[in-house]
């Protein structure tokens, strides 16, 4: 089975609104996890009625983030799955006021579920043996320099992931994060 590359995102002023609302992103996380669901799972799990998880289902594929499955899908049950995703961030400049908004919003969205991943790895790094890394990094680079690392760190993302559906045997959920700043927060 050939792996479809994820589709790259830039500027989706509709997606990053769509992710912005904190059920929404609840919702994206259990078909990470599930692979694919229905309302009534989705509702399940999150302890939400199936009118409010089918709406906020609609909301989502409506804005490219998931998308539904035509062969399991039969008349009004519904069957979603995410859509693979290259969710790099565009550069900050060359978005509209618009798009900087929503995108704003949607990373405000992120910023406790990234803390708490941070703090798990503290707690948590010592028993997950070759399951958990860590690596830091400093050095002079060229914007040249810099773009082809990022480049590199998603090329190999692409290459060796699966989805739920494609995984391998002992494969298991991960999360994987790369940010850079400057060492001094000077801009020369």
Same mark, same amino acid.
């Given at each position: 089975?050939? =792996? =479809?590359?994820?589709?790259?995102?830039?500027?989706?002023?509709?997606?990053?609104?769509?992710?912005?609302?904190?059920?929404?992103?609840?919702?994206?996380?259990?078909?990470?996890?599930?692979?694919?669901?229905? +309302?009534?799972?989705?509702?399940?799990?999150?302890?939400?009625?199936?009118?409010?998880?089918?709406?906020? *289902?609609?909301?989502?594929?409506?804005? $490219?983030?998931?998308? &539904?499955?035509?062969?399991?899908?039969?008349?009004?049950?519904?069957?979603?799955?995410?859509?693979?995703?290259?969710?790099?961030?565009?550069?900050?400049?060359? *978005?509209?006021?618009?798009?900087?908004?929503?995108?704003?919003?949607?990373?405000?969205?992120? *910023?406790?579920?990234?803390?708490?991943? #941070?703090?798990?790895?503290?707690?948590?790094?010592? =028993?997950?043996?070759?399951?958990? =890394?860590?690596?830091?990094? +400093?050095?002079? #680079?060229? &914007?040249?320099?810099?773009?082809?690392?990022?480049?590199?760190?998603?090329?190999?993302?692409?290459?060796?992931?699966?989805?739920?559906?494609?995984?391998?045997? $002992?494969?298991?959920?991960?999360?994987?994060?790369?940010?850079?700043?400057?060492?001094?927060?000077?801009?020369?």
């Amino acid at each position: 089975m050939t =792996k =479809k590359p994820p589709k790259r995102v830039v500027g989706d002023e509709p997606a990053w609104k769509a992710m912005a609302h904190p059920l929404r992103g609840e919702i994206l996380r259990q078909l990470d996890r599930l692979g694919r669901a229905n +309302s009534t799972r989705i509702a399940e799990e999150l302890g939400e009625n199936t009118g409010t998880t089918s709406y906020h *289902l609609r909301v989502l594929a409506d804005a $490219g983030v998931i998308e &539904e499955i035509p062969e399991l899908s039969q008349g009004r049950q519904r069957w979603w799955r995410a859509v693979r995703v290259d969710r790099r961030e565009p550069p900050y400049d060359s *978005l509209s006021a618009q798009e900087r908004a929503a995108l704003d919003a949607w990373r405000d969205t992120q *910023l406790p579920g990234e803390i708490e991943l #941070f703090n798990r790895f503290i707690a948590e790094f010592r =028993k997950h043996g070759e399951w958990a =890394k860590a690596a830091r990094g +400093s050095g002079y #680079f060229t &914007e040249q320099g810099l773009a082809a690392v990022f480049e590199g760190f998603i090329q190999l993302l692409n290459e060796h992931s699966h989805s739920v559906d494609d995984a391998p045997e $002992g494969a298991r959920q991960m999360r994987l994060r790369m940010f850079y700043l400057p060492a001094h927060g000077s801009s020369t």
